[in-house]
Structure formats: structure tokens, C-alpha cells
């Protein structure tokens, strides 16, 4: 919901009050006192499915170091499934989109957070509507900006676009940089859904291929997709299904069209908590980047990741696979950024994949392990 001129009177109405002092908010030290005070934390990712899924580490952090009644999640509602059930998290609270709050004042005043810890936002509404519902200390994502800088206690972290670090590092670090900012040291670096993983052991005999993405430039060839399925259908004998929303149907049957081998498509078929569920079970899941893949990361399976960044923030510098195993998870980046993810070459994909594979059939561990120096580097 937006109305000419809405963002801008909302924006600036809200910085004259902030310049005024209407608007108060906190300092750093005034934000570190209210955690030692045990205030409760509310952690906003109402972008992306895979910027909410980068939170998880400081979720698990700050549930561990503060106590999880301490600790909640402000996500978009198409997202809340993935969420309501994670045994680290207090609560969960949803948004729609711009100006569409449906009610969330009514929960934050009956359950009040009074620090923010914005992970990604894009919405300008939100930091002074999240104030007006009690929140008074507010913390942004490392190397970021924000159309509200004089409200973040962590303003000296904060970029803006065009600066040589603007966006620059791990979102997973970026993230965690507002925890240990605040006093609390992180306790771990992976992405987890604990609630989801597949606690049995046992994997399907079964390869998901995810090949949708929200832009052109994002999207691998269909012929590409098809030749690498067989191969690895052929070499492992194993089973390749297509996943997507109801909007890549299409692409899933062109895909399944051009393979030799019999394929499942599940495009259209899953909810976000499904497909979960299905990757916690699978040998492996390519895609290209997308919130699928972070989720596969996150319940354990085994991925093979194509990157075509359009900035720093959407390489694998920001967003690849940190600190995971690099035997069962391996990034492909384009030569440059800006170039087309088409410039990728099949060969080089059923490489990665083929190694992944082969240590999957031949070391099944815990596939969300560490590596031993990742694992040093978190403890």
C-alpha cells in the first residue's frame, strides 16, 4: 500500500521529529545497559526469503547468550511457516509489504521488544513505525545504509552506496556484527533450521534441480539443466526432481521435456516448509542463488550454487556458502560481476556437482558440519 508523496511526507516527518527529539532513540551504551537489562530483542528480515535464512546464526546466538524468551523474528507472512515452530525463537511477527503492518502494533505493545536488529529492510516505513510500537534501540546490518542513519545506535558500522566497503563482507558476519557490537559473541556461523533437518539419517535417492529465478540474468539455460540432470542421473543412478514456485512450472516442464531420463516436477506443487523438508532428505540441490538454496544449507543438504552477482551484495563474497564443508557445498561465480549466469559452462557445474556427489556416497556425514577450520574459527 502506498500513496503519492506518502514515503517522502512519512520519512521526513519522522526525521524532523527525530531532529526534535520527539522521536528519541537510543545510544549504543543506552542499547548495550537495555540487554544487560533483559529487554527483549525483536531480529527484522522482511526482505528475501534467503536475507531472513542468513539471520538464523544470530538468532541461534542470541538464543543461546540471552535465553530464547528473549529473542524474536519479524519476517514477510509468506515466510512465518519456515519460523513458528524454531525452538530458538520467542515469537514470530509478520508483515506484508510497505504500510501493510495488519495488527503488528497491537502485538509489539502487548509483547514489547525494545531493540531492533535489522538485518535487511527495504521498506522506509519501518524503523519509525517499529518505534511507535515501543522499539527505542536500533542496530543495522554492517556495511549497509539506511534512510534513518541518526537512528542507529551502530551508525559508525553503517556505508553508504558508492563507498569502496559499501556492502562489502558475509551477510552472516555482517549480521552477527550487530550481536558482538551489542557484547554478545557469537556461537555459531552456519545456517540451521533445526526444527526441519531430517533427525532420521537416511537420504532419498534423489537429486533436486531448483531453476527459476527472479531475473533473466540469473537464469541458467534450459538445455544446461537438462544435460547436467541426466549425467548425474546416469553416474548415480539416482532419481532428479525440478522444484520452483507456480511460476516456474513452465520452465520445469521445458526442462523435463529436453532430459533423456524420467524427472518429477514439483514446481507448484510444495509450500516453503515441504520443500524443506524434501532437501533435508536429498543427495543434493542445485540452483542458482536463491532463498531454496540457503534453505537446503540450512536443513543439511548437500548444494551446488551458480552465482551471477549483479553487485558485491549478491556475490558469493556476501552470500556463498560461509564456513559450510566445502566438500558438500561448492559456489560457481560468473568471471565479473554483471556478467550473465549463462556465461557459466555446463562442464564446469557437472564437475562441482560430480565432487559433491561422490563425497556425499562416500563420507555421509553431517553434511551442516563445519569445516575443521571454520570450526576453529567459531569457537
Not at 51 to 76: Q, Y
Not at 244 to 263: C, F, H, W, Y
Not at 323 to 340: E, M, P, V, Y
Amino acid at each position: 500500500m502506498n500513496f503519492p508523496g506518502l514515503d517522502f511526507a512519512w520519512t521526513y516527518g519522522h526525521h524532523a521529529a527525530h531532529a526534535l527529539r520527539i522521536a528519541r532513540t537510543w545510544s549504543l551504551p543506552e542499547a548495550r545497559a537495555a540487554v544487560e537489562g533483559k529487554e527483549k530483542i525483536l531480529v527484522v528480515a522482511t526482505t528475501a526469503l534467503g536475507d531472513s535464512l542468513l539471520t538464523t546464526p544470530l538468532i541461534e546466538t542470541l538464543s543461546e547468550r540471552l535465553g530464547r524468551d528473549r529473542v524474536s523474528l519479524l519476517v514477510k507472512a509468506p515466510y512465518v511457516g519456515l519460523y513458528e515452530n524454531d525452538p530458538r525463537l520467542h515469537r514470530v511477527f509478520t508483515v506484508r509489504g510497505k504500510f501493510r503492518w495488519g495488527g503488528l502494533k497491537e502485538k509489539l505493545e502487548d509483547d514489547p521488544h525494545r531493540i531492533a536488529l535489522i538485518a535487511n529492510m527495504t521498506e522506509p516505513d519501518l524503523v519509525p513505525f517499529l518505534w511507535q510500537c515501543g522499539v527505542r534501540g536500533f542496530l543495522r546490518y554492517r556495511t549497509r545504509w539506511s534512510r534513518f542513519p541518526r537512528w542507529m545506535a551502530n551508525a559508525p558500522m553503517m556505508r553508504k552506496p558508492g563507498t569502496p566497503d559499501y556492502a562489502t563482507g558475509h551477510a552472516i558476519e555482517n549480521n552477527l556484527a550487530m550481536a558482538k557490537t551489542l557484547g554478545v559473541e557469537p556461537t555459531t556461523r552456519r545456517l540451521s533450521l533445526p526444527h526441519l533437518r531430517n533427525t532420521a539419517g537416511a537420504r532419498e535417492n534423489l537429486i533436486l534441480i531448483h531453476p527459476g529465478a527472479s531475473r533473466e540474468i540469473k537464469r541458467w539455460p534450459v538445455e544446461n539443466w537438462a544435460r547436467v540432470g541426466d549425467a548425474l542421473a546416469n553416474k548415480f543412478g539416482c532419481q532428479v526432481a525440478l522444484t520452483g514456485d507456480r511460476n516456474e512450472v513452465s520452465l520445469s516442464i521445458q526442462i523435463a521435456g529436453a532430459m533423456k531420463t524420467p524427472t518429477q516436477i514439483l514446481a507448484g506443487k510444495l509450500s516453503l516448509t515441504e520443500l524443506a523438508q524434501l532437501e533435508s532428505k536429498a543427495l543434493m540441490f542445485l540452483s542458482g542463488d536463491t532463498g531454496p538454496y540457503h534453505l537446503a544449507v540450512a536443513v543439511g543438504c548437500p548444494t551446488v550454487t551458480l552465482f551471477a552477482p549483479t553487485d558485491r551484495g549478491s556475490s558469493t563474497e556476501a552470500c556463498g556458502p560461509h564456513q559450510a564443508n566445502a566438500l558438500f557445498h561448492r559456489a560457481i561465480q560468473t568471471a565479473k560481476i554483471g556478467d550473465s549466469i549463462r556465461t557459466i559452462p555446463m562442464e564446469k557445474v557437472l564437475s562441482e556437482a560430480t565432487m559433491v556427489m561422490t563425497a556425499v556416497q562416500s563420507r555421509p556425514l553431517d553434511t551442516t558440519r563445519l569445516s575443521p577450520s571454520a570450526e576453529s574459527a567459531s569457537s
